[in-house]
């Protein structure tokens, strides 16, 4: 990647933080021709879980014969990974987008912000390359998130609510959970049964309809087997509340027309990457989980849980707004090694502060100068690296050098 180029110029901005509403990219995509409204566009908010439905939808919509762009955030092995279309990545259409989206930012008098100029380059990226369907994660919250300045949606999705970025999403989890139905703009909305009884109604007021239930679920074939409306499903994806996220995709789908088999064979072929995703080097099992509050860590505490028998390690860092306490806790006792390593980011804890935290719950807890470091020193069979999407790409590298 060249130094001047727009990715890395976008990259660079991120230092200045974000700032809240929806002119700014309205604005832009306004100026790049409305890209936006040649697209259906599927639009996932939640605390947790919106990748997972994301992958299940495009999944699904590309079981069905369309052609779906996907944008989430944030990337985990590489810039590109946040921009895909029919399942695949391209650095040079991600930065041919790029470019033309950062020098129109540029000619606004209100200049946007690092995510709001890749937001509408996914945008124009989806709309330029004939997508039918954009499947759109929001970052963070929903009403005045960038991805919310679009002028119509087929569809809107909420995968779970929990206390999350309180200092900018509000105290309580009816205010997080009014943030989120922002999303909800003229447009039909499933909600997932994820989502706590008591903010429901939050969701219903505004037209929503509650999710399929995911029923007699069991774990085989490295993944799960359960029933969503009367139909047995299979999903290859990890953890325990993957067929609850599929339960949500399979309602959008059945929403949107898309037959029985699609719907089938799309769920049965969705793949994440750094959500529980497990790689097997060296006799350990690597498993890599960008989980970074405590409800995402519920299906990484259950699968070191079953894994008892083994002896487990866990490498984990994180960044500065997060509750580490709540988290740690929550590993408490499935784990027999600790080993803390600050997050690769400008946006890590402090990490005396971190490795405080650490100590506090696991006592024999060491430190480690970097995640290469930290995977030399990991023993036993299986190896968990968590807390931050930051830590996994190096993560992955280092594991991929071993093999």
Known sequence: MQADSAQNRITAMRRRGIRFGTGRTRALLNALGSPDDRLKIIHVAGSNGKGSVCAYLSSVLMAAGRRVGVYTTPEVFCFEDQFSIDGKTSRDLCEKYLA?????????????????????????????????????????GGLLDTTNAVNKKMLAAITSISLEHTEFLGKTLREIAENKAGIIKNCPAVISRCVPEEVRPVFYCRGARLSLAAEDIVSAGGGSYFTCGGRRYFTRMAGCMQPHNAAVAITCAQL??????????????????????????????????????????????????????????????????????????MLRGRVEKFIAVRAPSYRAMDFNKMFSACRAVFPECI????????????????????????????????????Q
Not at 278 to 290: A, N, P
Not at 302 to 316: I, M, Q, W
Not at 378 to 384: E, K, L, N, Q, Y
């Open 100 to 140: 033309a989206a950062d020098e129109a930012a540029e000619r606004l008098e209100d200049k946007p912000t690092a995510y709001e100029r890749q937001t509408a380059a996914a945008f124009l990226m989806f709309a330029g390359e004939r997508c039918e369907y954009a499947v759109i994660e929001a970052c963070m």
């Open 256 to 329: 949107l027309g898309i037959g029985a088999e699609d719907i089938a064979h799309g769920i049965a072929a969705a793949e994440l990457s750094g959500r529980l995703q497990i790689i097997k080097s060296r006799g350990k099992e690597y498993v890599l989980d960008g989980a970074h509050n405590p409800e995402s860590f519920i299906p990484l505490a259950g699968l070191l849980g079953e894994n008892a028998g083994k002896t487990r390690t866990v490498v984990y860092g994180c960044l500065s707004d997060k509750n580490v306490d709540a988290v740690l806790k």
């Open 367 to 402: 430190a480690a100068d970097s995640i290469p470091h930290a995977l030399d020193m990991a023993s036993g069979g299986i190896v968990a690296v968590c807390g931050s999407f930051t830590l996994l790409k190096e993560a992955k590298q280092w594991i991929e050098k071993e």
